[in-house]
């Protein structure tokens, strides 16, 4: 067995919107393994977006604990919890939010150079991964010069080029047909295997969830055995 990178502990989460409140993730455990990719899936509005916003310490649980590398995550300040996500995590969305004024390659670098990578090894590493995600030839394109598949094969890029331990995804295909979700998160899942990058992905698309390692499913605000 691999090791543990990631263990969430008895964690809740409840909204308190004009004094009415709302449970939704009620006591959530879970122990995610070094680079395997993890699918977690759940009918809408089961929390799955509010489960991955907060383990991405981009929103705070009402209790609970996230130990990383053995480290807690929820009593870290701000400042904190920004340096930790430049330096440990990478994000993907449905929607690519690529900066539409940057060509591809001056998106891919950006992660890293916020995290301090010189530019000149910034630039090597960009170019790097755009090569190896298939578009050598579109690093200088804009991102609306660009088809869906090859944005979304951008932000891939730009979520791994600065080589994070944990990828958290939030249906990354899900923007695209079926052929190019499947040729999308192929590329994106033999990248990742090769890096050993450990993924963490919310989906709905049973097709992409069987193709994971390992399928959680949040019901009723926990994981179902
Ligand atoms: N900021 C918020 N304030 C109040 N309620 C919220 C907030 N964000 C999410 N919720 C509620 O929490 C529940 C879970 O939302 P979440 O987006 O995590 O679900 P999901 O499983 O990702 O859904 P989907 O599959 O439709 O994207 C929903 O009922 C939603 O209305």
């Known amino acids: 067995m691999s090791d543990i990178i990631l263990k969430v502990k008895n964690l809740t989460r409840t909204y308190i919107e004009d004094k009415v409140s709302t449970a939704v993730l009620k006591g959530i455990n879970l122990e995610i393994e070094e680079g395997k990719i993890t699918a977690i899936t759940g009918k809408s509005g089961s929390g799955k977006s509010t489960l991955l916003?907060?383990?991405?310490?981009?929103?705070?649980?009402?209790?609970?604990?996230?130990?990383?590398?053995g480290k807690d995550l929820t009593n870290l300040t701000n400042d904190a919890k920004a340096a930790f996500r430049n330096k440990n995590l990478g994000f993907i969305y449905q929607?690519?939010?690529?900066?539409?004024?940057?060509?591809?390659?001056?998106?891919?670098?950006?992660?890293?150079?916020?995290?301090?990578?010189?530019?000149k090894e910034a630039r090597k590493k960009a170019l790097n991964i755009l090569e190896k995600v298939g578009l050598k030839d579109r690093v200088d394109f804009h991102p609306g010069e660009l088809s869906g598949g090859q944005r979304q094969r951008v932000a891939i890029?730009?979520?791994?080029?600065?080589?994070?331990?944990?990828v958290l995804a939030d249906e990354p295909t899900g923007n695209?047909?079926?052929s190019n979700a499947a040729s999308v998160f192929e590329l994106f899942s033999s990248l990742v295997k090769e890096k050993k990058t450990t993924v963490i992905m919310v989906t709905h698309d049973e097709s992409l969830a069987k193709l994971c390692d390992r399928k959680v499913v949040i019901k009723d605000g926990v994981i179902e055995d």
Do not use: Q, W
């Open 53 to 69: 916003h907060i383990l991405g310490t981009l929103d705070k649980p009402t209790s609970g604990e996230i130990i990383f590398k």
């Open 95 to 119: 929607f690519h939010y690529l900066l539409g004024d940057f060509t591809a390659l001056e998106n891919v670098m950006l992660p890293s150079l916020i995290g301090g990578c010189p530019e």
């Open 157 to 166: 890029a730009r979520a791994l080029c600065h080589n994070p331990d944990l």
């Open 176 to 178: 695209l047909d079926a």
